[in-house]
């Protein structure tokens, strides 16, 4: 498996329920970022969590980070249709700036609010 | 080119100049974004283009800001009347076709406007 990988690679909830996703890795890190992507556009920037950190809030999403296992959760509470996009999660290798062009990517989880 | 391409890498400016960015994406590649990433931040979503057509310019922070991308190749971010808040690493990123995996992004321009 690759850096920066998501589980699951899909995931259909229903409206108003909780989504988590997770994301494991291999390497050491700086930091790891959540991104979403809405169909046919660019990478936004939801969360940024540093190595010494374990949890992170930021409106309805809440990032934890696991340094000893290497994974990350993000969960997405009362969801919403508008929540519909893909996520990734992108770490930044340890020692590195955490630059862009450093970021390693995974492969995304779908996710789809139903209404 | 073998990689997504941006000049200059370094660009120190004097508040109230302006600015041309230039990112030449890899060969091949229909999409290019544009973003910019401050001091310990993630990336800030400015623009994508398909082609030469970007069809949503609302992530770009102010009017001051514009992009165009001709030959559906090399891209000029300009920023007019530079502020010091807009100094950042501008990141260009191409990937095959919109919505295409496998984002490949150029080593930034590093602009500081002082």
């Known amino acids: 498996s690759q850096q920066g990988e998501e589980d699951p690679q899909a995931l259909s909830i229903q409206e108003g329920e909780n989504a988590t996703m997770n994301c494991s890795y291999k390497t050491s890190i700086n930091n790891l970022q959540w991104y979403r992507q809405n169909s046919g556009r660019g990478l936004v920037h939801l969360i940024l969590i540093r190595s010494n950190e374990r949890e992170k809030h930021s409106g309805r999403l809440r990032v934890t980070l696991d340094t000893s296992k290497k994974s990350s959760s993000l969960l997405i509470t009362a969801s919403r249709a508008a929540d519909t996009a893909s996520y990734f999660c992108a770490t930044a290798p340890a020692g590195s700036g955490g630059g862009a062009d450093g970021l390693t990517f995974g492969k995304g989880t779908h996710l789809i609010i139903q209404p | 080119g073998a990689g997504v391409s941006q000049s200059p890498s370094n660009k120190v400016t004097e508040k109230g100049k302006d600015v041309e960015l230039r990112c030449d994406p890899i060969s091949g590649h229909t999409a290019l974004y544009w973003y910019r990433q401050s001091l310990g931040q993630g990336l800030e979503f400015l623009i994508y283009?398909?082609?030469?057509?970007?069809?949503?310019k609302s992530g770009l922070p102010s009017d001051r800001f514009s992009a165009e991308r001709t030959g559906g190749s090399v891209s000029t971010l300009t920023i007019q009347r530079t502020q010091q808040e807009d100094s950042a690493v501008y990141l260009c990123?191409?990937?095959?076709?919109?919505?295409?995996?496998?984002?490949?992004f150029g080593s930034g321009t590093r602009l500081t406007v002082v």
């Open positions: 990123a191409s990937s095959l076709y919109v919505g295409a995996r496998g984002y490949t």
């Open positions: 283009f398909q082609g030469n057509s970007a069809p949503d």
